[in-house]
C-alpha cells in the first residue's frame, strides 16, 4: 500500500493527507480536554508536526532532490491540512455540519465564530487550497510559479492583517490565548516566501519596448479614472469605519454599507487596510501608466490582485449573511454597494491580466530585449 502511495503525484498526496484533517476535527471536538486553549494549543502543534514528518517520508517523485530540500513544499503541505480545516470550521458556522469544531470556536479562535471568520474560512479552504497545490506541484516539478506565489501572498497577507488586528480591536477578542499563535507560520512563512521571489529578476520575452503615450492608450486611462475613484472610495469608507460626522461618510455608513460598523472590528480593519496599503498601491499604479519601464507594476499588480479578491470575497459574503441582521445591505443602496464592491474585486484583476499581456511598457530602459 506504501509503495502504490508513492506512485501517486505529490499533488495527490498532499490532497489525499489533507483529507485526514476532516476527520481529526471531528475527533479533537470528542475530547473533553479541549475545553483548555493549552491543550488546543499543543495538540494542534502536534499533529501539523506529524503532517511534515509525513510529506518527509513520502518526498515527491516528480523532480530530484532540490525539491524535497525546498523548505516551502513542506509548509505548503502543511498549509494544506489546515486549508481542509478551515473549510470545516466555515461549514460548521454556515450550519452545514456539527460537532466538528464547536471546540475551537470556545476555547481556541472565539473571533472566528462570526460572518467574517466564516467567509475567510470558506476562501482558505477553497481558492487558497487551490493555489496551495498549484504552488507545491510548481516545487515539485520546478515549473515556474512566481505569478501564482505573488497572488497567494496578497491573499493569505490581506487575511492576515484584517483578522489579527481586527481580533484584538473588536469585542470578541478579549483575551489572549495559546492557540492564537498558531498564526505565526502564517506570518513568518508569506514574508520569507516573497522576498525569495521577489530576489529574482523577472526575464522580459519582448522584442522591442512600447512606448506609446497616455494619450494613446484608452485603456490605461479608464484604468488611471477607477484608481482615483478607488482612491475617493477608501477614505470615504475608511472614514466611515471610525465614525467621522461628514456627510458623505455618514449617508454611506447608514444608506449602503452598515456592516461597516460591525462590533467585531474586522469591516473596520478592512476599511483601514484600504486606505494604509491599497491606496499608495492606487498611487504607484497612475504613476507606473503614466511613466514607461516600471518592471515593479507585473509583481505588485499581481499581489493587489490576490489582496482584493480575498478582501472583496470576505467583505461582499459578510455583509449579505443573515447574521449581521439590521447591518445588511439596505434595499436603497444596494446599486451603490455592488458597484462599489464588485468593482474593487473585478477590476484589480483585469488590471493584474492588462500588465501581464503587454509586458512591453514595463521593460526597464536599461534591460536588453529578448527573442
Request: proline residues 4%; charged residues 10%; aromatic residues 16%.
Amino acid at each position: 500500500m506504501a509503495s502504490a502511495f508513492r506512485r501517486l503525484t505529490v499533488v495527490s498526496r498532499t490532497f489525499i493527507l489533507a483529507l485526514l484533517g476532516i476527520p481529526t476535527t471531528y475527533w479533537f471536538n470528542s475530547m473533553k480536554s479541549m475545553s483548555n486553549h493549552w491543550v488546543i494549543f499543543w495538540g494542534s502543534n502536534a499533529i501539523l508536526a506529524a503532517v511534515v514528518l509525513f510529506v518527509y517520508l513520502f518526498p515527491p517523485t516528480e523532480s530530484d532532490s532540490p525539491a524535497r530540500k525546498d523548505p516551502f513544499l513542506y509548509a505548503f503541505s502543511l498549509f494544506c491540512y489546515t486549508a481542509l480545516v478551515d473549510l470545516c470550521i466555515g461549514l460548521e458556522l454556515h450550519g452545514w455540519i456539527s460537532n466538528s469544531m464547536l471546540f475551537y470556536f470556545k476555547e481556541g479562535e472565539p473571533y472566528l465564530a462570526t460572518s467574517h471568520g466564516m467567509m475567510i474560512n470558506y476562501w482558505d479552504g477553497t481558492v487558497h487550497l487551490l493555489l496551495y497545490l498549484i504552488l507545491i506541484d510548481g516545487i515539485a516539478r520546478r515549473h515556474e510559479y512566481r505569478n501564482i506565489g505573488l497572488y497567494w501572498f496578497g491573499s493569505i497577507f490581506n487575511s492576515l492583517i484584517v483578522l489579527l488586528c481586527g481580533s484584538v480591536s473588536g469585542e470578541i477578542g478579549t483575551r489572549l490565548r495559546a492557540s492564537y499563535f498558531l498564526n505565526t507560520a502564517y506570518v513568518i512563512v508569506p514574508l520569507v516566501f516573497v522576498t525569495r521571489l521577489l530576489q529574482k529578476d523577472r526575464h522580459f520575452i519582448v522584442k522591442t519596448q512600447d512606448k506609446t503615450g497616455i494619450w494613446r492608450r484608452p485603456l490605461d486611462m479608464l484604468f488611471i479614472v477607477y484608481f482615483v475613484g478607488a482612491i475617493i472610495v477608501a477614505f470615504i469608507r475608511g472614514y466611515a469605519s471610525l465614525g467621522s460626522p461628514t456627510w458623505i461618510s455618514q449617508w454611506y455608513l447608514t444608506e449602503v454599507e452598515p456592516y461597516i460598523a460591525d462590533s467585531s472590528g474586522f469591516p473596520r480593519m478592512q476599511m483601514l487596510t484600504y486606505v494604509w496599503y491599497f491606496v499608495p498601491y492606487y498611487g504607484m499604479s497612475i504613476y507606473g501608466l503614466l511613466n514607461h519601464g516600471r518592471s515593479w507594476m507585473l509583481d505588485w499588480s499581481m499581489i493587489h490582485a490576490g489582496a482584493a479578491a480575498q478582501a472583496q470575497f470576505s467583505h461582499i459574503g459578510s455583509s449579505l449573511y443573515s447574521l449581521n441582521g439590521s447591518q445588511q445591505v439596505p434595499e436603497g443602496g444596494a446599486l451603490t454597494f455592488w458597484l462599489v464592491n464588485i468593482s474593487l474585486a473585478i477590476v484589480p484583476q483585469l488590471f493584474a491580466f492588462r500588465c501581464f499581456t503587454n509586458e512591453n511598457f514595463f521593460v526597464p530602459s536599461s534591460s536588453k530585449a529578448s527573442d
